[in-house]
């Protein structure tokens, strides 16, 4: 029988919350052989960005500085926790999180994607329009694993 994983890249879109940590978690342990990597993607949300905005808690330019200030921090904390032989890589981007999430896989040719199946906004977003996994589910072209909050570390 085989052991080895057949995950050398994965993808791993975060909103900081648990189910995203946990998802890091499993990625770490699901990556193998040469040069792995973990691409950790946060999506400044183009509609959280335009609502902040609206609502005049700053300018267009100024919420998207502050907001990528704010995930460039805390993608350090991910950057860090990297284990020996896994390359960890984060990326900061601007549009709607779930077109950004395929779009990523698909540039950096990911062998899939790992995310839990409810973060910080998809409790509530999911009760109207579905969450973010569900949206990358249907639309990726590559293998989505989703994970439960018990399927975390």
Known sequence: MNNKSPFN?????????????????????????NDSVIIVLHVLDEALIELI?????????????????????RLAEFKSAGSVGVEIDV??????????????????AVDAIVMGKVGMRDRFEKLLFGSTAEKVLRASRCPVIALASSDRG
Do not use: M
């Open 9 to 33: 890249s994965l993808l791993v879109p975060t909103d900081f919350s648990d189910a995203s940590q946990g998802a890091f978690q499993w990625a770490l342990n699901a990556v193998d052989g």
């Open 91 to 108: 990326i900061v981007s601007e549009g709607l999180p779930f077109l950004e999430i395929i779009s990523k896989a698909e540039d950096f």
């Open 53 to 73: 905005a609206a609502h005049e808690f700053g300018e267009h330019d100024e919420v998207v500085k502050r907001l990528r200030k704010h995930a460039t921090e």
